[in-house]
């Protein structure tokens, strides 16, 4: 076992899920932040267990040439990004690789090697932020978690957002501090404000607003609005009411105070109107790729059923109906379902239903009613596939299934559970959506063995 804070030298070897480096010490697992592997590293150990520990880089002894100077301030401190400290062709090699070895490792595949598709820039992508608010020496302040924690590192410019995004955050700063707005408080479950929500159109450039808090209304909502008003690109406020314990960021009740209470963005040739809660992929251009790899890979013609699970505002569906005879969507958030229905309209589709309900249950509903589609597209949460999922594709028997992915581990697991339910891996491929994060997306084709 290694001993708390005695200094070692050691080697990056390897990469986690989060992108920390690994290296081995006495037959002793080593995570390490800000690592690139090939570097040779003197290593203080902050956390011994008998098989793991974690330690904090002291002395770069041999560099990767893959190291390079962060060009975020706050990097080192922040829990938004991970790889600021090495270039881009490392970043988008790790991520491939960790796909490649998920599907290999859990999914029983034999891959050489998995293509990526890497992003054009690392700046500016996101179209949604969500900022947490804190509070220091009575000044109101607005940034990002430091990993693991609660704590809210403030952060002037972030680098991965649009201009537009951070002006929101610090035009709402501004009126919270002017005017005593009250800064909600975890531990105490008390104050107003909890978190800055923006969603940006990057075709159509619309700024949907939404503050969560701790109660139903905001004081001085006017002079909010002038401050907002002055951002290129405003179109809606939304309160978000959000007064129970715990972690997640939107509550249950939305009341529009300014707008119409959605914004509306161009994605594959498609108009969608997109409200607080809808799904919608972050990148933008990333996302226009994932879903045209994954519309080639569906292989879909004219007398194709398709049905799309978990299809948020049906971006993916809405894409497929132009190659399909007909094409379902199910998605278990209403408001979701209801933007998926009215972005049907408004592109003037004709071939697609929406229904609201968890995934499995209604594709199991639909079985029993005799649907039995040629093409299946599934994007689950980071959790992947339920048991009732899987039971309805296995009865539906399509020809083919395309699995969208934000997590390799879990497609991983899905892709043998359905390998052993009579389905082949013919296609596998990650996208980087999320540059300068850990996160990867990816997207792979099953074909049904005759």
């Not at 990767?64 to 401190?77: G, M, Q, Y």
């Amino acid at each position: 076992m290694l001993i708390k804070n005695q200094i070692y030298e050691t080697v990056i070897t390897d990469y986690t899920s989060e992108g920390q480096g690994v290296a081995h010490i006495e037959g002793c697992a080593v995570f390490i932040p800000n690592a690139i592997a090939g570097e040779r590293v003197t290593v203080r150990i902050e956390k011994a267990q008998k098989t793991w520990a974690a330690g904090k880089i002291v002395e770069i002894l041999e560099r990767s040439p893959h190291r390079c100077n962060r060009e975020c301030p706050v990097a080192k401190l922040c829990g938004g990004c991970d790889f600021w400290h090495m270039d881009y062709a490392e970043e988008t090699r790790l991520k491939a690789e960790r796909v490649r070895n998920c599907l290999n490792r859990l999914g029983g595949e034999a891959l050489t090697e998995i293509p990526i598709l890497s992003a054009p820039t690392c700046h500016g992508y996101r179209n949604k932020a969500q900022y947490p608010v804190s509070q220091k020496k009575g000044r109101a302040y607005a940034g990002f978690f430091r990993a693991g924690t609660h704590d809210v590192v403030e952060n002037k410019r972030c680098l991965i957002l649009p201009e537009e995004t951070d002006a929101v955050k610090d035009a709402v700063m501004d009126y919270v501090n002017q005017y005593r707005v009250t800064v909600y408080d975890e531990v105490a479950h008390k104050g107003l404000l909890r978190h800055i929500y923006v969603r940006r159109g990057v075709v159509s450039g619309q700024v949907l607003v939404c503050l969560v808090c701790n109660g139903d209304k905001l004081p001085r909502v006017e002079e909010l609005l002038k401050r907002l008003e002055r951002i290129p690109g405003f179109t809606t406020l939304v309160l978000s009411v959000n007064t129970k314990k715990g972690n997640a960021v939107l509550g249950d009740k939305f009341i529009t105070l300014h707008g119409p209470g959605y914004i509306e963005d161009t994605l594959c040739g498609l108009t969608f109107r997109l409200s607080p809660r809808s799904f919608y992929q972050v990148n933008h251009h990333q996302a226009q790729r994932l879903y045209q790899a994954a519309i080639s890979q569906a292989e879909i013609t004219k007398e194709d059923l398709v049905l799309d699970l978990y299809c948020g505002v049906g971006t993916i569906t809405l894409a497929m109906a132009g190659a399909a005879g007909k094409v379902i969507g199910v998605e278990v958030i209403p408001q979701a379902v209801a933007d998926a229905r009215d972005n049907a309209r408004r592109n003037g589709i004709e071939n697609a239903e929406f229904f609201c309900g968890d995934a499995g249950q209604a594709a199991l509903e639909l079985e029993k009613n005799g649907v039995h589609p040629d093409v299946v597209v599934v994007d689950p949460p980071r959790k992947g596939l339920n048991a009732d999922t899987i039971e309805a594709l296995h009865r539906m028997s399509p020809r083919r299934i395309v699995y969208v992915s934000c997590d390799p581990a879990t497609l991983a697991r899905d892709v043998a559970l359905l390998k052993a339910r009579g389905y082949s891996l013919k296609n596998a491929m990650a996208a980087d959506l999320f540059p300068r994060c850990s996160h990867v997306e990816s997207v792979v084709t099953l074909v049904r063995e005759c």
